[in-house]
């Protein structure tokens, strides 16, 4: 995920293996009211007494917030087949016990959509949210859908009831006009957005590559942001050798007066971007780009490299994870130096957006006390942990900058984070996770003992990160001239143990 922040104005396939009749079947009607989905599930299977409690979403993969879904959700019946109301309980915040549940045949309720709902305690992301409107219609599946105790695998197909001419972007396959997910953790991962879309469509190295759009006021479009984002998408090819996804599709959404914190969601298979509809000039494309670079990297972590905890979601209670310093630091980190290794950007842009900025902001704006580990497991709670996350995106690079810089030292310029990384992929990949508890010792055994002691200081820990010392192994002069005054520049006459590691740094390493 990334956020927009605004103090600042920058932007900072399935195959269905169970059968047919344990699908469950949702329809979601979006044409009866422009702030309310009419929810229908299909229950064509029998459930039994330990699958009597339907469960609302607390929060979502990648979202490191508290949502509480059943805050939204309204007039929850469930009948049997011949459409008599069964008898359900609501229990508080996101579930609903459904008596005589071996006799259910379907449920309906309704949902408000997240972006025209006030919510003052825990508001949701935009970009983690749902909308509706004359002509368009935002799908987030966790804001109104839900799954049975115990049938969280079950696969799910979805129609989308709208209107007539109207196109749908989503990763998701249809077939006989409903999208097919292999499970509700699956639906979630998988963004819809139907109305009257822009598409283009491209390939990179063999994977296609779709993106959708939908803009108020027309001012973007998908093939502008395609031509945009070429430069990015093949370097970020380079970087990983090859792309570890058979395809992909971009989702976005311009609005002109978002009425929350706008940004970017990142998921498996796809990427969905709500931000506010400035004027599509270079330096807004370059912002959406860079954004696009960031959530893009994430089928790298945690989609293919995480802990246990993400592996197996928990939709009812918030758990967080230590390792956000990898899912979210580790990603926006790589986003900006694939650019630069790929001849994208230059060193002076690098500098500005990938350094200066990152200090200014994480040391100005945020508490730098706070450990990276910390802002993981405070990010669920609101209040001061959920105003502290952002930094995640600005110390949490930055970490993961100077964790790179300590590789290559190590390992005298042959072996840095990306070469970690792609050895990660490797040894872990989808459906393997690491362990949450050993894996900062795991990533010590895989490279350099020292690395355990960077973690324990600037990860682990709340040692103010060294600017200086790490920037100055590369040959990068780093001076603090004021609070808001950070200046950093290559040195002209770099010792020879400096230019080596900088010639090291600045391209990707053979593979
Ligand atoms: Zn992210």
Known sequence: MSLKFRFLLLFTASVLSLQAQDKLQYQIDVTKNTDTFYVDLNVPFKLGKANSVFQFPATAPGTYQTMNIGRLVSHFQAFNKNGKLLKTNFVAPNQYQIKKVKKLSNIRYQVAETFDTQLTEYPIYMMAGSSIEDDHTLINSHTMTGYFRGKQQNPIEMKVIGKPDWITGSPLKEVNGYLQAESFDHLVDSPILCGKLSLAETKVADTPIRIFTYSEKGKYDSKALLNHMQAMLQSAEKFLVKLPVDNYTFLYYFLQNPSGVTGAWEHSYSSEYVLAETNPTEQNMKQVTDIAAHEFFHVVTPLNIHSEIIEHFNFEKPTPSEHLWLYEGVTEWASHI???????????????????????????????????????????????????????????????????????????????????????????????????????????????????DFANDYIIGDKALPHEEYLSKIGLKYERKAKMNVEISEMENKKEQQEKLFQAWLVNLPR
């Open 338 to 452: 694939q650019l630069l290794r790929g001849s994208v950007t230059d060193l002076k842009t690098y500098i500005q957006d990938a350094l200066k900025q990152k200090v200014i902001v994480s040391e100005v704006y945020f508490n730098p006390d706070w450990s990276l580990v910390k802002i993981a497991e405070e990010s669920f709670k609101g209040g001061e942990g959920a105003k502290q996350y952002g930094n995640i995106y600005y110390k949490g690079a930055l970490a993961a900058t100077y964790l790179d810089i300590r590789l290559l030292e190590l390992s005298n310029g042959k072996f840095g984070l990306r070469e970690v990384l792609l050895d990660l992929i490797k040894k872990y990949g989808k459906g393997n996770p690491f362990s949450e508890k050993t894996f900062f010792d795991d990533l010590a055994a895989m490279t350099f003992p020292e690395i355990k």
